[in-house]
């Protein structure tokens, strides 16, 4: 199983970016997908979560609000659509699944990750 995140780069703040985890070897529809982010010297938190057949979405207070989760037309898709940046979201920004069907901003049971993509947000 490979995941392939996408999508990072410089904004300014209030800007916007959409960032894409592309799978191979599962189909992501079967399974929940998180988004998580690492900035740096702080923990790794979750940002988004879909699940898999009832499309619950879930967001931190954080995001909310700001942040969309979403999956594509192609089934090894998913993405998450940033609005209204802010100097505190900068980080490296990973996509990860895992075989169960809740969303969960808990990492633990993800077993899958991305390698991440980095967003910065700057003036």
């Known amino acids: 199983v490979q995941l392939q995140a996408s999508g990072g780069g410089l904004v300014q703040p209030g800007g916007s970016l959409r960032l894409s985890c592309d799978a191979s070897?599962?189909?992501?529809?079967?399974?929940?997908i998180g988004w998580f982010r690492q900035a740096p010297g702080k923990e790794r938190e979750g940002v988004s979560s879909?699940?898999?057949?009832?499309?619950?979405?879930m967001y931190p207070d954080s995001v909310k609000g700001r942040f969309t989760i979403s999956r594509g037309n192609a089934k090894n898709t998913v993405y998450l659509q940033m609005n209204y940046l802010k100097p505190e979201d900068p980080a490296v920004y990973y996509c990860?699944?895992?075989?169960?069907?809740?969303?969960?901003?808990?990492?633990?049971?993800?077993?899958?990750w991305g390698q991440g993509t980095q967003v910065t947000v700057s003036s």
């Open positions: 990860a699944t895992g075989h169960f069907a809740e969303a969960t901003l808990d990492e633990a049971p993800y077993a899958y």
């Open positions: 070897g599962i189909t992501l529809d079967y399974y929940a």
């Open positions: 879909i699940s898999s057949s009832s499309g619950k979405t």
